[in-house]
């Protein structure tokens, strides 16, 4: 923020990329996996914020934006508030309709437990493509909200993991009243449960708003039941998928040292250093092996190097020829050595020296038709 010439400003990043809207929209063809590391890395954008005492208050796809790179941000905290300082009276609603919670609706405060509601939402729609609450009408769908139970993720996603399901219960689940304190602890636990549970299947996300029976029960002081083994083999899916996610969200990471790698390769590539080309696209791989433009690079230095390696091939064939004798031979070879680099100095050169041997063997022809012709003359004439 600033002030030129008594003009206020804001400068703000510049996203190259589309939001979570605009992705839902065209329905893009993403995995479950990737969904879940936007999901993950939007739970920390929120983490952040709530460590603060800051609530977004109007948590939607269209304020997610997702980079080029695959990094995600949260925008448009313009409705935001802190916690400790904020005025805003209870009553007001502030926010969008279809991603506030009940006590919003309720006009209860909002805290960072809204925010959680309406990721929970957000998730929903990412992950099916649709939104969980419906309505015609702005009070049909406070009703869907504050009373209606969403569609099964499973119903619509075939593929849905189970503990995704567990995510989405709890969004809807237990309208009825914050259930647990807010403090800043609260809001980091939040925050960061969320990222895990995101992936999971565990507790933390969707509707964190209120206590879950399994946190009821331990907060009556009952002992929790044992875990079955579907329960472990539900988890154990569960760790697998998290370390999948946390895969991709280490190669986002990477991503912009990849990139600069990949850039500096292109740059050797064009000079014509495909050696250092080489190099350069073995680091960025190193760092991502699923980055396509550094496989896509990497195709390009390998079929420099195939070019180069049948080109020297060419070319010492046709030396041999020309040592031998063959100049007709060896031209055809330079000329394919040529055109497939036509600035290769080795076959230019060479392309020379065929030319010239060329018209040192014509001359020579020519001499001994010339010597061949004087001694047919000489024959006919009996000299």
């Not at 969980?132 to 619509?156: D, K, N, V, W, Y």
């Amino acid at each position: 923020m600033g002030d030129e010439g008594h003009v206020p400003y804001i400068a703000m990043e510049l996203i190259d990329g589309e939001n979570l809207e605009q992705l839902i929209a065209r329905r893009a063809p993403i995995s479950i996996s990737m969904k879940l590391v936007y999901a993950a890395q939007t739970c920390r954008a929120l983490d952040y914020a709530h460590k603060r005492g800051i609530v977004h208050r109007d948590i939607k796809p269209g304020n997610v934006m997702v980079g080029k790179d695959g990094s995600v941000r949260v925008v448009d905290f313009g409705i935001a508030r802190v916690l400790d300082a904020s005025k805003t009276q209870t009553g007001m609603l502030i926010g969008t309709f279809a991603y506030m919670s009940p006590e919003q609706y309720h006009g209860e405060h909002a805290d960072e437990r809204s925010d959680i509601w309406s990721f929970g939402v957000l998730l929903y729609e990412l992950l099916a493509y649709q939104r969980p609450f419906t309505g015609a009408t702005p009070a049909s769908l406070m009703h869907s909200i504050c009373q209606a139970e969403p569609a099964s993720l499973s119903t619509i996603l075939p593929d849905c993991p189970p503990e995704l399901e567990v995510i989405m219960s709890r969004v809807s689940a237990e309208v009825a009243g914050h259930a647990l304190p807010v403090d800043g602890r609260r809001a980091s636990r939040v925050g960061a449960g969320v990222s895990k549970a995101a992936v999971a299947g565990g507790g933390g996300v969707g509707r964190t708003s209120h206590a879950t029976r399994g946190q009821e029960r331990i907060q009556r002081g009952a002992r929790p039941p044992e875990a079955s083994s579907s329960d472990r083999i539900e988890h154990q899916r569960a760790r697998t998928l998290l370390e999948k996610v946390n895969l991709a969200l280490k190669r986002i990471s990477v991503r912009p040292k990849a990139l600069e790698a990949v850039e500096k390769g292109r740059a050797f590539l064009d000079q014509g250093k495909v050696q250092d080309a080489k190099l350069a696209v073995q680091n960025a791989l190193h760092l991502d092996s699923t980055f396509a433009p550094a496989q896509e690079l990497e195709r390009a230095v390998l079929e420099q190097i195939e070019r180069a390696r049948r080109v020297a091939e060419w070319i010492e064939a046709a030396k041999r020829n020309l040592a031998e004798g063959l100049p007709d031979e060896a031209e055809a070879l330079v000329s394919q050595a040529l055109a497939s680099e036509p600035a290769n100095q080795h076959a230019i050169d060479l392309q020379q020296q065929v030319r010239r041997e060329k018209a040192e063997r014509e001359r020579r022809w020519e001499l001994q038709e010339g010597l061949q012709l004087a001694r047919s003359l000489w024959t006919q004439t009996g000299l």
